[in-house]
């Protein structure tokens, strides 16, 4: 099975703020990586596909970064709707999928 | 606009088994580009996926939980479903259903809004 690890396990920062999380797989996925939000009581919602490509619809403050086995997820300047739990999902062995642990990120 | 929405009972004794349906409307579950899944959350924890089906039936599931789960679609109501056997409290989770794109980048790109199933005697 495919390992997926995230750090930090939770982030405080405040609006404005340039946030990168990192996500590293047990072994090389390419770029079968996949980031989400989520929101209390939500379903995660897809904001990066294939490492690097801008879900229709999210903010492009949301970017990804990888390949390989280090993967990256920043938001550029953080907005007040920013603050919830991202998650990254590996679809390297799609349908077999497996998630971070999530990354909690707060309002300083 | 796809929608998948999740339903079955909402409180499931130990032992027994927790079984799931999820209703897709706006798309047909038919489509060769998609496995449909099944995910689960327990509460104030992450993400772990149960399995996944493809319209013709097959089915892919977590290793962890393969001796327990099944899996089925049909087609005919664009419906899929969970069974899941020999329940515990360990199995108390928000259950969500999802599309993966099997083709193309493979994402989830649909969920349902998630239904809490508890298990308790």
Known sequence: ??????????????????????????????????????K????????????????SGVPSRFSGSG??????LTISSLQPEDFATYYCQQSYSTPGITFGQGTRLEIK | QLQLQESGPGLVKPSETLSLTCTVSGGSISSSSYYWGWIRQPPGKGLEWIGSIYYSGSTYYNPSLKSRVTISVDTS?????????????????????????AAGPARTDYWGQGTLVTVSS
Not at chain 1, 41 to 52: E, Q
Request: hydrophobic share 35%; glycine share 4%.
């Open chain 1, 1 to 38: 099975d495919i390992q997926m690890t995230q750090s930090p396990s939770s982030l405080s920062a405040s609006v404005g703020d340039r946030v990168t999380i990192t996500c590293r797989a047990s072994q090389s996925i390419s770029s079968y990586l996949n980031w989400y939000q989520q």
């Open chain 1, 40 to 55: 209390p009581g939500k379903a995660p919602k897809l904001l990066i596909y294939a490492a690097s490509s801008l879900q």
């Open chain 1, 67 to 72: 390949s390989g086995t280090d993967f990256t």
């Open chain 2, 77 to 101: 109501k664009n419906q899929f479903s969970l069974k899941l056997s020999s329940v515990t409290a360990a199995d108390t989770a928000v259950y969500y259903c999802a599309r993966h794109a």
